[in-house]
């Protein structure tokens, strides 16, 4: 940019000069960002008028045109407190007898109330089995839950708790919960119907089958494994013990050995963890853990977390808190190190200890004493192997049963029949009841049904059984005339809004003499002045545009035309009733003669729904006809072109072309302007100059002749 000299010498107002020396030449450059300008609105009008036909077409046009539309049937009870009933567009029209022998339900468990043990408040989800059982409990009753999902057993060891039985019933897809303020158990099948009857059994495991239980657990490292994996592998065990599945089955012996891995890497990593942190401890807090050490606070005070100020200015608590986080530091970064993760994958490999780094010293880990862990990854699987085949084995020999546990719950034996409420000596309902699941038993048209829910599928219909009858019903069939009639309705209703939005916008008043705002214009207006001036531009933006023209003419032209009907006959849409307004300034809406929201035609006779009552087969043949035209139309005119994207109604390409076009020629202009604008200040700067050395030669000339 040149140097501005703004009338230093002339006393010239420069600015004012260039500014006005520019006028002419930014006018052309305003003019573009005018054009620009109303581009956009153009754009925005477009877009929202091609959304409005669009979804037009896809939802109202779309569903008008198909038969089914007018194939809608209505479905009346006799006795709507008993069977309710909906018809599809495949049901017969008639009267069915139908008599309900029994609805269905599903299996409904709620138990007895809990006793809570001595010395509690109440059972919680946490209670232990064994404390419900007191001094009755005896290690090795085990609980079968069989559902529909499959089956699942339970060993209940001392530390079994109510909310493990729980999360057992819900494995298996029952609906099961404690409820701690009832002290009861809730248990139910997900779904109605026979096929969901489940059962509750426990027996006692004997001392062989204990010991395989534990033993197989105890080979997979099941302590070891996260709750998700604890259920995946009681899943594989109960399988072992159902003989759905063995050992040798493809996949199962992988699946295990996969879960041991993962218990290995838990076991052998924490293993190290514990014998880092130990050593530490060992260092820097006294054998209790409650005092720190020289040691301790000098590698504090080292680590500089804190001074030896703060750190002596601590409670003997704190001293405590401030080692044992800079422990959890320095056993973190040890176990990163590689000297210690190649410990760990040696160990879960051989059940070995190794000698690590530490702080720069190499620290010897003895060997795991845990049985899991000390010995290496192939002897734990191939015991994996032995223990698996000896708990099928010891399993396959059965149990006694033993109501011990299940009584102690509340629940005792479960068969998937009915029982009723247990009464005490009070004459108190208290006991354990069981509502039998049951499928549901209909009489239709004198043939016996059933179905697992009490919503019943037949011939079209949908039958919703209420309640058990002791006599027959009648369901009758008819064609849903209202209905249709409310669907013409609503197409005709959609079809006006959007022809009367492309007529207001294409007869709108012409806009000639506002022309887009500038800057400077905007600044002497008010907020409000300057929306209602560009309303009044933007509203005259498709006015006689040839594109929203040929749309208009689509829409009105269709629904004008005749259709010849497979009887040879022609009919249009006037032959329904259906009918433009002799108000032409309405530009083609149509109206429904007789309907009662109609405010021109209300009072006249309702051809429409005459015909749909008289002969509803030629009312759908000449609107399915029609309105297919106007679909087949208006998906020719959204069809992809080089003006035009597809499911587009307008130029929306040529327009992107055009705007783009614009944003060069403004960039173009913006730097021209600059250039000239420059030249002028540089002309002025020069003349400034040159008016500054004459009067310099002056001021000397007038000192020389003094």
């Not at 930014?26 to 008028?49: G, P, R």
């Not at 069915?96 to 006793?115: D, F, G, P």
């Not at 050992?247 to 992988?254: I, L, T």
């Not at 002969?615 to 297919?628: H, K, Y």
């Amino acid at each position: 940019m040149a140097i501005r000299m703004t009338g230093m010498i002339s006393n010239l107002d420069t600015d004012a000069i260039v500014k006005a020396l520019m006028t002419g030449q930014t006018a052309k450059k305003t003019k573009i960002e005018a054009n620009k300008q109303k581009l956009e609105w153009k754009q925005e009008l477009w877009s929202d008028m091609n959304t409005k036909i669009y979804n037009f077409y896809k939802s109202s046009l779309s569903k008008i045109k198909m038969q089914s539309t007018y194939q809608t049937k209505t479905a009346t009870s006799s006795d709507s407190s008993k069977v309710t009933a909906t018809a599809g567009a495949n049901a017969t029209a008639g009267a069915y007898r139908v008599k309900v022998n029994s609805t269905a339900s599903a299996q409904y468990v709620t138990s007895a109330k809990l006793i809570a043990p001595s010395g509690s408040d109440g059972v919680t989800s946490s209670t232990k089995l064994k404390d419900l059982v007191d001094s009755d409990f005896t290690e090795g009753t085990q609980i079968k839950i069989a559902a529909k999902d499959g089956t699942t057993y339970l060993y209940v060891d001392e530390n079994t708790t109510v909310g493990d039985f729980v999360a057992s019933a819900n494995s298996v897809g029952l609906n099961a919960s404690f409820d701690a303020t009832q002290q009861r158990f809730f248990i139910g099948s997900k779904d109605s119907g026979e096929a969901q009857k489940f059962t509750i059994t426990s027996t006692q495991l004997n001392e062989a089958q204990q010991e395989a239980v534990k033993n197989l657990k105890a080979a997979v490292g099941y302590d070891h494994l996260s709750s998700s994996d604890k259920t995946a592998v009681s899943k594989l065990i109960d399988g072992l013990q159902s003989g759905e599945i063995s050992y040798s089955d493809d996949g199962v012996a992988d699946q295990l050995k996969n879960y041991m891995s993962k218990a290995a890497d838990t076991a052998v990593t924490n293993y190290y963890k514990d014998q880092i942190s130990s050593r530490y401890k060992g260092q820097y807090l006294n054998a209790e853990g409650d005092v720190v050490t020289p040691a301790g606070r000098t590698a504090v005070i080292d680590s500089g977390a804190k001074t030896e100020e703060e750190f002596d200015n601590l409670s003997p608590e704190d001293q405590v808190k401030a080692v044992e986080s800079l422990i959890s530091s320095k056993v973190s970064t040890a176990m990163s190190d590689s000297s210690v993760t190649d410990a760990i994958n040696a160990t879960k490999e051989t059940g070995a200890g190794d000698v690590v780094t530490v702080d720069g010293v190499n620290v010897s880990i003895a060997a795991p004493s845990d049985t899991f862990l000390s010995s290496g990854r192939a002897a734990r699987e191939s015991k994996l192997e032995t223990l698996a085949n000896d708990y099928n084995a010891a399993m396959a020999t059965g149990a006694n049963a033993d109501n011990t546990v299940l009584n102690a719950m509340g629940l005792g034996q479960i068969d998937g029949t009915a029982k009723a409420e247990q009464v005490d000596a009070n004459g108190n309902k208290s006991g354990m009841v069981v509502v039998a699941a049951s499928d549901a038993s209909v009489t239709f048209n004198g043939a016996t049904l059933t179905s697992s829910n009490s919503i019943l599928n037949v011939n079209g219909l949908t039958l919703n059984l209420l309640e058990k009858t002791d006599s027959e019903l009648t369901i009758t069939v008819a064609k849903d005339t209202s209905a249709v009639y409310d669907s013409i309705k609503d197409f005709l209703s959609e079809y006006n809004s959007i022809l009367k939005s492309m007529n207001t916008s294409y007869s709108a008043a012409s806009a000639k003499g506002y022309n887009v705002l500038t800057e400077d214009q905007k600044e002497a207006m008010s907020e409000k002045e300057i929306e209602n001036w560009n309303n009044k531009i933007k509203s005259s933006l498709l006015r006689r545009d040839d594109t929203l023209n040929g749309l208009i003419s689509t829409f009105r032209n269709n629904m004008m035309n005749s259709y010849t009907a497979s009887n040879g006959k022609k009919y249009s849409l006037g032959s329904l009733g259906i009918t433009t307004s002799t108000d032409y300034k309405e530009g083609g809406l149509l109206h429904i003669k007789g309907d009662e929201d109609d405010d021109v035609y209300m009072d006249e006779e309702n051809t429409l729904k005459k015909m749909l009552d008289d002969d509803p087969d030629l009312v759908m043949e000449i609107l399915t006809g029609v309105t297919n035209n106007l679909y087949e139309d208006l998906r020719k005119k959204m069809s992809s072109t080089k003006y035009s994207s597809a499911f587009t109604f307008y130029n929306d390409k040529q327009m992107t072309t055009q705007m783009d076009t614009y944003k060069k020629d403004i960039s173009t202009w913006e730097k021209k302007l600059a250039t000239l604008e420059d030249r002028y200040y540089s002309q002025f700067t020069a003349m400034e100059k040159t008016l500054a050395n004459l009067q310099s030669q002056q001021s000397s000339l007038a000192g020389f002749f003094g």
